[in-house]
């Protein structure tokens, strides 16, 4: 049973820093592109950031400098630590593990920007 378990979000003030993170259990998480994926209430889910099973790493124009994805394969855990957060990153955050046509989804994990 694949399963991707986020945690570590929250309310945090504009300018604040949160790093969420993705448990996955059930694949074999090597071999997966990892990703963090968002969406905000009335808006489609967007693709934050993305790491490959070669650590190599994509980001939204939004996120850039601001964000930074990694994992861990030790701990089969992948990290989002995001920076000089800003009201309108204010989503829920997915985790999602890929590999050709097989996806796999977290339930997410709610981040509020706000002061």
């Known amino acids: 049973q694949v399963q991707l378990v986020e945690s570590g979000g929250g309310l945090v003030q504009p300018g604040g820093s949160l790093r969420l993170s993705c448990a996955a259990s059930?694949?074999?998480?090597?071999?997966?592109?990892m990703a963090w994926y968002r969406q905000a209430p009335g808006k489609q889910r967007e693709l934050v950031a993305s790491?490959?099973?070669?650590?190599?790493?994509n980001y939204a124009d939004s996120v850039k400098d601001r964000f930074t994805i990694s994992r861990d394969h030790a701990k089969n855990t992948v990290y989002l630590q995001m920076n000089s957060l800003v009201p309108e990153d204010t989503a829920v955050y997915l985790c999602?593990?890929?590999?050709?046509?097989?996806?796999?989804w977290g339930q997410g994990t709610q981040v509020t920007v706000s002061s």
């Open positions: 999602n593990a890929h590999r050709g046509i097989v996806y796999y």
């Open positions: 059930g694949i074999i998480f090597s071999i997966y592109t």
């Open positions: 790491i490959t099973r070669s650590d190599s790493t």
